[in-house]
């Protein structure tokens, strides 16, 4: 009896490891997406001033814009994604931290036609003073998947930003 409950054990375990192994290999692609061309970041944008542009390879651009003030932590975001140029069948919003791993945070935007995209989002709260974050902006287009980078500060409530800003 004692060597065929540790039998059953042992196939218990062989068989959740196997399964675990098949959802990693079917989540891989959703977390770590091939992304076929990667726009430029600009250093100098600053979303809190408003939209910032980036010029897509092979063609194209794409302008990103967080248009809730002060980008706040864990309150609606509202993001507006605008094409010219391309042709997208899906935008989605990739929130990243940094230097530190933030979880999985992609909202998908919606088509509001002519180019636009829209659709709300969030940041998770973070234990840091400030937080650097990019928003890579995800389009999936005919000829494979394009990413733009945009990146942020975030800041806690009530602390000003350096250089005066809030």
């Not at 706040?72 to 530190?100: C, H, N, Q, W």
């Not at 709260?125 to 005919?142: D, F, S």
């Amino acid at each position: 009896m004692a060597k065929s409950t540790t039998m059953l054990w042992g196939i218990a375990g062989v068989l959740f490891v196997a399964l675990a192994g098949v959802a990693a290999y079917k989540a891989l692609p959703i977390l770590n997406p091939e992304v076929g061309g990667v726009a430029a970041l600009d250093s100098g944008c600053d979303l809190r001033a408003g939209p910032c542009h980036s010029e897509l390879p092979g063609g194209g651009s794409v302008s990103f814009a967080i248009k809730t003030p002060g980008i706040p932590l864990v309150k609606p975001l509202d993001l507006e994604v605008r094409l010219t140029g391309i042709e997208a069948s899906k935008v989605e919003v990739d929130f990243i931290g940094i230097d530190m791993n933030m979880g999985f945070n992609r909202p998908r935007l919606s088509a509001k036609g002519g180019g636009m995209y829209g659709g709300t989002g969030m940041l998770p709260v973070c234990v840091r003073v400030a937080m650097e974050w990019e928003a890579r902006v995800l389009i999936t287009t005919p000829r494979g998947l394009l990413a733009a980078p945009f990146r942020f500060i975030t800041v806690k409530e009530g602390v000003a930003l350096p250089g005066g800003g809030q």
